[in-house]
């Protein structure tokens, strides 16, 4: 700081007297704070005359120094990428091209000691946001390196998993300390809506399984419509108007705030093998994954008639599992975005068509159709779960005016509501529930009634209606004259089709380990 000082012109001793106002010489000017942080320094720049365009850039180098990673590093896992293959960039780099040799960085030892403070990569999903997310991507490549800052219609989350933290763990065992500092310290970025940080999450989540901890935590920029993810914790509720330098405090934050554990929650669907057709058309989201033919093992719950074999596929949700009428609309909604997306351009466009697809589907009107696809629940779900440190399963009654049934892991559902409410002990007491948690091992099951019910619950001027909270839950649903019924994780719909011979069974049990999220609202 020194040079930097030295090189601005200031006062001179008799014109800093000359400006200052008179003062007592009892209160002597107190020493200025110490310069401590980027920050700090980056207000030095504007007092010694720089201004904000110096301070601005001073951050980002400090941004970028903090979190950017070394070239070779960066060539070897995009080599791995291209290659598909983690072996390949340990020869990124190959000097003179005449093997390993002198001038081979690999081999370099001091090149092994170049790892940044908070190595960091951001996946940005270009479909959400409306039109922001390909000039956010273009930020945050400015702010961190476009080598770190992946599209996730090109690189998939399961790809940066296979590929490029495979690739630093070989560096890493083969002697690398900056590879082993960069997989060890690592964290991510994703720009996006509820489902989409639920995918990388949920891709995160095989390294525990696959035994390569740690896994890295996750931070969020909310670019979805409801961003209940986000909401609870401390990311907001939309994405900044002012999002160039928003963009940057993001990173700072996923940089310097604190982690917390989310419990997660997998959803196993099995359902009777039907034709190849049928199952072509089944049209799932990127978060769940097809399993292919499997036994289906009935422990004395099901009422139906069961096949033989059954089509499985499952997921991962954080936030929340629905099946019924809300899924329904967002079902709509997400075909609309896909056939037309000009239309979807923001959070409030979103909403407005939100409330046309609830309008348009009868949620308003169910008294009025006599369609038994627009009536409750009851008639073709069966509802069993499991409470905490029980191994027996409990039939739990579905009320008959319900449409829509859901499972919420956190307080925020449609765009920051909470549904479940703000319990008091009494009826706590009196129902057998506990306060709820996101990291509690518990799910809260409630039912939205006609769309009157389902407005008067989201503006919160009543609760939902509480079914049960459970550890884990099994759902049998029978079709009959149903030929489909709509579920969605997230925020992620599906149209999932049924038998009329035999039941479907969704299964909801709670992840045995953590998901990690960095908390937005500490800086």
Request: proline share 7%; charged share 20%; hydrophobic share 40%.
């Amino acid at each position: 700081m020194s040079s930097l000082w030295s090189s601005t012109s200031s006062p001179t001793p008799a014109e800093r007297d000359r400006e200052a106002p008179p003062r007592s010489p009892r209160s002597p000017t107190p020493p200025p704070p110490p310069l401590v942080g980027a920050l700090i320094e980056s207000l030095s720049f504007r007092s010694c005359g720089f201004g904000r365009a110096a301070a601005s850039a001073f951050q980002k180098e400090d941004l970028r120094a903090r979190a950017a990673l070394p070239h070779r590093l960066l060539a070897a896992v995009h080599a791995a990428l291209r290659a598909r293959n983690p072996a390949a960039g340990a020869f990124a780099f190959d000097g003179d091209g005449e093997g390993r040799g002198a001038c081979n960085p690999w081999f370099d030892p001091a090149a092994h000691d170049d790892a940044p403070e908070s190595p960091l990569f951001a996946f940005v999903n270009p479909r959400s946001g409306g039109r922001l997310g390909p000039v956010l991507k273009t930020r945050l490549q400015e702010l961190i390196g476009e080598d770190q800052v992946f599209d996730l219609t090109v690189v998939k989350p399961s790809d940066f998993v296979e590929y490029v933290l495979a690739c630093l763990e070989q560096l890493a065992d083969s002697g690398d300390h900056s590879a082993r500092s960069v997989r060890h310290n690592l964290r991510v970025m994703v720009a996006g809506g509820d489902g989409t940080v639920g995918w990388v999450l949920g891709c995160l989540g095989d390294l525990y399984v696959q035994n390569r901890e740690p896994v890295p935590p996750v931070a969020v920029i909310p670019l979805g419509t409801g961003n209940d993810l986000s909401r609870s914790f401390g990311w907001g509720a939309s994405f900044s108007f002012s999002w160039k330098a928003a963009a940057k405090r993001s990173l700072y934050k996923a940089i310097f705030g604190s982690v917390s554990c989310l419990d997660s929650w997998l959803v196993v669907v099995s359902m009777p093998e039907g034709t190849k057709e049928e199952e072509e058309e089944l049209d799932l989201p990127h978060s769940l994954r097809h399993l292919g033919e499997c036994t289906f093992y009935d422990d004395g719950t099901a009422e139906g008639e069961l096949p033989e074999t059954v089509s499985c596929f499952d997921g991962v949700f954080y936030n929340y599992f629905s099946i019924g009428m809300d899924a329904q609309v967002a079902y709509g909604f997400h075909h609309l975005r896909d056939e037309k997306p000009f239309l979807a351009s923001g959070p409030l466009s979103n909403k407005l068509i939100y409330a046309g697809y609830t309008c348009k589907q009868g949620w308003f009107f169910t008294q009025c159709i006599s369609d038994p696809e627009l009536r409750g629940l009851r008639s073709i779900i069966r509802l069993a779960i499991k409470k905490m440190d029980s191994s027996e399963w409990e039939n739990i009654p579905v009320p008959s005016s319900v449409r829509a049934i859901v499972a919420l892991n956190l307080h925020n559902y449609a765009s920051g509501r909470n549904p479940w409410g703000n319990l008091k002990p009494e009826y706590l007491e009196k129902r057998g529930f506990v306060e709820a948690q996101s990291d509690d091992g518990l799910l809260e099951i409630f039912g939205l009634k006609q769309g009157w019910h389902a407005s008067l619950v989201m503006v919160e001027l009543i609760s939902a209606k509480h079914i049960a909270q459970a550890a884990a839950i099994r759902i049998e649903i029978k079709g009959g004259q149903w030929r489909d019924a709509f579920m969605q994780m997230d925020g992620e719909p599906w149209k999932q089709p049924l038998s009329s011979e035999y039941s479907t069974f969704v299964d909801i049990k709670k992840v045995p380990y953590p998901s990690l999220i960095i908390n937005g609202g500490d800086r």
